[in-house]
């Protein structure tokens, strides 16, 4: 994903710091290792089961976007290839091209709102393997 500040923020348990979490720490917590942060360089981690769910709904979030860009190119195609066999007017074919780009939007948009979030981050522990 090219996007370096997706709008996951980390507060630190050391240093108070709000940090926009880089992609190198969002795959730390995502294997669930600890990480330095950005400010104060102390280890931090994530250990709230809630949050930790909520940051993996993250990846199904991705999937749903791109899901619906694959639906909404096929229902473009469709409408056009039906307005083209005659099947459909011009006009319903504009009306259902819109609805389906006006859904894409809707769900970006829904992604994005739910991509946005602060993570409690704490200390790290130290490791007990
Ligand atoms: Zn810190």
Redesign the pocket.
Known sequence: MSAATNGILGH??????T?ALESWQLNAISINEAFA??????A?QLNDPKQIKRFKSIDSLAMLRASTLVMVCTTLLVALVMEWLGMLSVIEQLNFSLVAILIYFLVVRFARHRQHMTLILEAAKAHTD
């Open positions: 630190c348990a050391h240093c108070g710091n940090l942060c950005s400010h104060c360089h102390k931090l």
